[in-house]
């Protein structure tokens, strides 16, 4: 006769079973709302071209990033079956929409209301953790990410009462100190640091958010390509080639990250320590998204102002250039080697832009844009042979 465990479950009730690395639909339903966040991010670039504006962009976007990012990383932790995890999660999906519809005004109006549903989000998520997984390493690890996100809301919220050019300043501040914490091991003046090995990693899980996100930040380009041509009066015969062009561009993008970052290529089974899946995760794939957002924005600047102007040339190379950065980033934490066809590709769209913006309007614009298909195009096929032959 068997006699039955009685030994008590100090088990955290909304830990994640282990072994269970599926999306669930509460984090797909999450994720829905960054489709939203994105679009806001390009039409603000859009409608702010200039080097200011682009600043103010990328503070932005890496504040609405780095919301998802530690989103994505604690559903690694926690039970999406978990009533209280799903009210999390819907808390967290409010504070990204508020910010998102924030985004055209943070630096004007709603800077106030942008700054309030970052720290909601950024201080609430960990303060659920340490509450709920007491007892458990997580909760202490927590406990140290809730201060270096405590210091970096009171500063965005700070920030939101100054004006625009100090407000830039505080908020670039405010997103350094948040995203510098893993990189510090979260260390906090009389608690302690967290090392990376200290916090258990589902790099399955992880990979498919991420996978998920960029597709949502390349099916953006798709919507923005579609109201845009909903929008003319007469679409051209330049329209159709430049929206033909866009969107063997984006499936070029699609194929060369899947090629790359698909399930069982070598990137996907690599390094599944925390550490590497912080550099291919946190930091990586948010230059990634990055980069598919301002190949957005250039192809919207293809179709509306098809002049050779420093801003069309800029964003047409800087999609992909960060793209390539992530890209480097990501291998060299999954692999630990980047192949040469990533700096290749990144020098001869250097070279293109340079001799873009020197040639100024006598150089046609569609011809910046063959050129980065053609890199792009490319990239996706060298990727998908190297590929195969591993």
Not at 221 to 242: D, H, K, Q, R
Not at 336 to 352: H, I
Request: proline content about 5%.
């Amino acid at each position: 006769m068997t006699t039955p465990d009685t030994t008590p479950d100090t088990r955290p009730r909304v830990l994640r079973r282990a072994g269970d690395s599926e999306v669930a639909p509460i984090e797909l339903f999450f994720d829905l709302v960054y489709v939203f966040a994105i679009v806001q991010v390009s039409h603000t670039l859009l409608y702010h071209l200039t080097p200011v504006g682009a600043l103010e962009t990328a503070v932005l976007f890496a504040a609405v990033w780095w919301l998802w990012n530690y989103s994505a990383w604690a559903m690694n932790y926690l039970d999406p079956a978990r009533p209280s995890v799903r009210m999390l999660n819907a808390g967290l999906m409010l504070a990204a929409l508020g910010m998102a519809l924030a985004l055209p005004g943070a630096f004007g109006d709603s800077g106030l209301l942008f700054a309030l549903c970052f720290a909601a989000a950024q201080i609430g998520r960990p303060l659920f953790l340490v509450v709920t997984m007491r007892g458990h390493v997580m909760a202490r690890n927590y406990r140290n990410l809730l201060v270096w996100s405590t210091a970096a809301s009171v500063l965005m919220v700070v920030g939101a009462f100054l004006p625009p050019v100090a407000r830039l300043v505080v908020w670039a501040v405010a997103v350094a100190v948040d995203m510098a914490g893993p990189r510090f091991e979260f260390r906090v003046p009389g608690l302690g640091r967290t090392p990376m090995e200290e916090w258990p990693t589902d790099v399955e899980h992880l990979a498919e958010r991420n996978r998920l996100v960029f597709i949502i930040a390349l099916g953006e380009s798709i919507l923005i390509m579609g109201f845009t041509l909903s929008e003319m009066e007469v679409v051209t015969p330049y329209a159709v080639v430049i929206t033909l062009l866009g969107f063997a561009g984006l499936v070029a993008l699609w194929w060369s990250y899947f090629a790359l970052a698909g399930h069982g290529t070598r990137a996907a089974s690599g390094d599944g320590s925390t550490r590497a899946a912080r550099a291919a995760f946190a930091y990586a794939h948010g230059l990634m998204v990055a980069g598919a957002v301002l190949f957005a924005v250039a192809i919207d600047l293809h179709l509306t102002h098809p002049e050779n102007t420093p801003a069309l040339v800029l964003t047409s190379v800087g999609g992909p250039l960060l793209y390539l950065v992530g890209n480097k980033l990501y291998l060299q934490g999954r692999t630990g080697t980047v192949g040469r066809s990533r700096y290749v590709a990144a020098a001869v769209l250097v070279v293109a832009a340079a001799v873009a913006l020197v040639a100024g309007h006598a150089l046609p614009a569609i011809v910046i844009g063959l050129v980065v298909l053609a890199v792009v195009v490319g990239l996706a096929v060298v990727t998908e042979l190297t590929e195969r032959r591993a």
